[in-house]
Nanobody, 122 residues
Framework: QVQLQESGPGLVKPSQTLSLTCTVS??????????WTWIRQPPGKGLEWMGA???????YYNPSLKSHTSISRDTSKNQFSLQLSSVTPEDTAVYYC??????????????WGQGTQVTVSS
């Protein structure tokens, strides 16, 4: 059973960088055929695919977020991370990490973290 757990600050000030980490257990982030993904859901809106990192470390980003998004990994800790720079209140959302099989819809997620609320406010 694969488990994912997001961690990071719940409150970030505008213009700062949001940093979240997803710790994976029960499976390796270097396993082929999976994309380790960050997704968010702003209040009252749908899910937004932000980006993913593949088993070989290749990264893929939502074009609308690419300029201020970075995804990295630490294979020794079986973790992958999200950094979102220059945040604004519009980046307030519940952030999820998930394992998926595709980079476009349908993403075929099979495991999700529980999600973590991040609020951008001064």
């Amino acid at each position: 059973q694969v488990q994912l757990q997001e961690s990071g600050p719940g409150l970030v000030k505008p213009s700062q960088t949001l940093s979240l980490t997803c710790t994976v257990s029960g499976g390796s982030i270097t396993t082929k055929d999976y994309y380790w993904t960050w997704i968010r859901q702003p209040p009252g809106k749908g899910l937004e695919w932000m980006g993913a990192i593949a088993n070989d470390g290749s990264t893929y980003y939502n074009p609308s977020l690419k300029s201020h998004t970075s995804i990295s990994r630490d294979t020794s800790k079986n973790q992958f991370s999200l950094q979102l720079s220059s945040v604004t209140p519009e980046d307030t959302a519940v952030y999820y990490c998930a394992r998926g099989r595709r980079l476009s819809e349908p993403y075929e997620y099979d495991y999700w973290g529980q999600g973590t609320q991040v609020t951008v406010s001064s």
